[in-house]
């Protein structure tokens, strides 16, 4: 038996491969946002294994300190160390903000404003949870003030001096895959100088609260020497911290140590599974539910661009399809060539969906990961979509009056 499908495909081969090109690229779009979701997830985990905890401590009543703010005193991590079945604890502390590079050398206070980049700002204490576990480049922090480790992704290089907030800090170290659960690079400093970034007002605004502490008289009372220098030094100084990081002891569950935590510390604890659901199932639901409505409507128009191209092409060859009827073909052979057709140009689609994400997915500014597994649950898709869209046409085949071929 003659193939249909195939003398056709042969016969206008570069419609064809055109029409599979551009479903190619539609397919591609589809893979990439799929692609897009896991690596949302994917960050979220990373950033969890990134920060070294089985625990995270945070203020009471959040859900801190990555889908909310959490502040407590540092002091606090303390009395968390003494907890029975904790190995180590570590005050840490995040902010989002925009990294500037730091002016040329020899220059008085410039700033390259053109050049921010944002990224999460990680303060933590050296050799404790919450410091960036390897190094593609570089060293680890050795100083108490003003040395930094950032993310490749920041596009700073070593040596270079970054901008945060009034300080300039030099870059010693490079790190991978260190990212927050948006996807912005980390850059890690001191917690000393994280707590000053985040929590300490500039100076302007330092000078108008001591102006004002001293307009109060309750606060500036001429009978009680030293009370307004000490208010105004607590002013200066701030001891607040995001969370607190700790590990368990082996063999001691992390919900152990979270539940004396909750009940006589007044705080709020949340172990690996927790924080886990909190990041996948709350923070990125939003976004996830936003592309899953886009693969829904890809689907759609693949599905719609499918059926159109395979109509047409069997309008084109009306006669051919009444001769073979003519002759005895059965309506099961004529369905199959047209079926074959349509998954023929599903398969070339999903080849060039498939190559172009995998070619541009590293282009992207957030992480793309594209599992072997969506890959396959693709292919699947996109030939029972290319199924359900051949039966338009294979209905209108069907019709077709054997006459019509000895027809004027």
Same mark, same amino acid.
């Given at each position: ?14 419609? %064809? ?10 397919? &591609? ?86 050049? =921010? ?19 593609? @480049? &570089?060293?680890?922090? +050795? ?12 596009? %700073? ?32 400093? $001191? ?12 100076? =302007? ?9 001293? #307009?109060?008289? #309750? ?6 020497? &030293? ?32 539940? $004396? ?22 923070? /990125? ?5 936003? *592309? ?19 109509? +047409? ?13 003519? /002759?005895?073909?059965?309506?099961? +052979? ?13 398969? *070339?689609?999903? !080849? ?6 995998? %070619?541009? #997915? $590293?282009?992207? $500014? ?30 209108? @085949? ?5 006459? @019509?071929? !000895?027809?004027?």
């Amino acid at each position: 038996m003659i193939s249909l499908a195939g003398r056709d495909i042969l016969h206008a081969w570069g419609k %064809f491969v055109l029409t599979g090109f551009g479903l190619g690229l539609l397919i &591609g779009v589809t893979l990439t946002m799929a692609g897009v979701y896991r690596g949302m997830v994917d960050d979220a985990r990373a950033l969890l294994n990134n920060s070294g905890a089985d625990l995270w401590v945070v203020q009471q009543d959040t859900q801190g300190p990555y889908a909310e703010s959490s502040s407590l005193r540092d002091d606090v991590v303390r009395a968390v160390q003494a907890l029975p079945g904790v190995q180590r604890a570590a005050n840490v502390t995040y902010l989002t903000m925009q990294v500037r590079r730091a002016a040329n050398a020899g220059a008085t206070d410039e700033r390259v404003d053109n050049e =921010d980049v944002r990224a999460m700002v990680v303060g933590f204490e050296s050799g404790q949870p919450g410091e960036p576990g390897y190094l593609v @480049a &570089g060293r680890h922090i +050795t100083r108490s003030h003003y040395e930094a480790v950032a993310d490749v992704r920041t596009g %700073f290089a070593l040596g270079e001096r970054i901008r945060i907030r009034r300080h300039d800090y030099s870059v010693v170290g490079l790190t991978r895959r260190m990212v927050s659960s948006g996807g912005d690079p980390m850059v890690f400093i $001191p917690l000393k100088d994280a707590q000053e970034a985040q929590f300490l007002k500039d100076n =302007d605004a330092i000078l108008n609260e001591r102006a004002r502490t001293s #307009a109060n008289p #309750a606060l500036n009372r001429p009978g009680v020497p &030293g009370l307004l220098e000490a208010i105004q030094a607590s002013q200066a100084n701030n001891r607040n911290v995001n969370a607190i990081l700790v590990q368990v002891r082996p063999g001691v569950a992390a919900a152990d140590v979270a539940e $004396p935590v909750r009940r006589w510390k007044h705080l709020e604890a949340y172990t690996r599974v927790q924080m886990e659901e909190i990041l996948v199932a709350k923070l /990125i639901a939003t976004s996830a539910r936003q *592309i899953g409505m886009f693969l829904v409507i890809l689907a759609i128009v693949s599905a719609a661009i499918v059926a159109f191209i395979i109509y +047409t092409m069997t309008l084109g060859k009306i006669r051919e399809i009444a001769v073979l009827k003519l /002759i005895g073909t059965r309506n099961r +052979t004529i369905a199959g060539m047209i079926l074959q057709q349509a998954m023929g140009l599903g398969l *070339i689609g999903f !080849i060039v969906g498939k190559v172009a994400a995998t %070619f541009w #997915a $590293p282009v992207f $500014p957030k992480y793309v990961l594209l599992e072997s597994g969506d890959a396959l649950r693709g292919l699947v898709a996109v030939m029972l979509i290319c199924a359900l869209a051949s039966t338009l046409a294979i209905r209108v @085949a069907l019709k077709v009056d054997p006459a @019509a071929a !000895i027809g004027g």
